[in-house]
Each structure stands twice: as structure tokens, then as C-alpha cells.
């Protein structure tokens, strides 16, 4: 949206695909002011200069980070001194409803909270993130299983 408005937008994700179709996306949409990198947060800073005035994390990013202190100095170090920093995150704990249902205004469970095993869109390729395998030698984060309120949006300054 920011895009459409005029706005220079930088986007990175992990994922080369994801920045395939990102970059379809915004040739779709005729927007030509985007900048999509493929790189780890967590090298960026290492192989990225600029700063901005937007830094932006959406919903199921903070989940994937394996050091939660180095992200936070990386969003430091690009955002410029009068800037903001927005963060959108939610937890599972919403997924467990059924959509249509509660469109209708009724909350009724489709899928189980307490399962033992992370589900299958929780889980990544080794070297991508998580600290714990399950059979299939994928990974995924179980520190953070509880530690997420239901969801929140904040904004931030650099003091």
C-alpha cells in the first residue's frame, strides 16, 4: 500500500520463492518502486547498507528468529533516528477457530491447541530456524509455545 502511494519500499524475506512472487505481485499491481531482497535478517546487516524511515515485522516473523537481541539491534541499525518501527504478531491460540463460525459470531473449536506435535506449517528446513527436530528432520522453535499473547500491534521510537 505504501508502494502505491509513492513510497520507495524495501521488502526481505528468507525465502528466494517468496521474493519471486513478491516481485511478480508488485509487477502485477504496476508498482515499480519496490526493492525485494532475499537474504537472512540475521546477516542483513552484514550485506545491506540504507536506513528507513519504516521498519516493519508482520505476523509469525518473531516465531523463525533465533536471536531475538541481534533482530532487535538489526532493526535499530536500519531505522533512521526519526523513524518507526511497526510490529504486528499473533498467536496460534487464534488459528484454532473456525473461520466461518466466527464470521457468524460463533466460536467454534476446528482445531486442537494442546497437541503435542507442531503442525506442519510450523515447521522449516534444518539451517532455516527451529532448535528442536521432529521425525522428518525438520525444525521449528518450541520456546516460544505459550509465550506469545493471542495477538498485538505496537509502534516503536528509538529513544
Known sequence: MLAKM?????GVDLVPENIYYAKKLAEDLGVGNVDFIASDIMEFMDNHQGEYDIV?????????????????RTVSHFLKDDGFFYIHEGHPFADLF???????????????????EPEEYDKCVQGMGGSKLDGEDLSYYSHFEGKVPLSYSLKATPR
Open 6 to 10: 509513492g513510497a520507495d519500499v524495501t
Open 56 to 72: 516493519f515485522t508482520s505476523d509469525g516473523a518473531i516465531g523463525w528468529l533465533s536471536d531475538l537481541m541481534k533482530w532487535g
Open 98 to 116: 473456525n473461520r466461518e463460525q466466527m464470521a457468524e459470531g460463533t466460536l467454534e473449536v476446528e482445531y486442537p491447541y494442546f497437541d503435542q
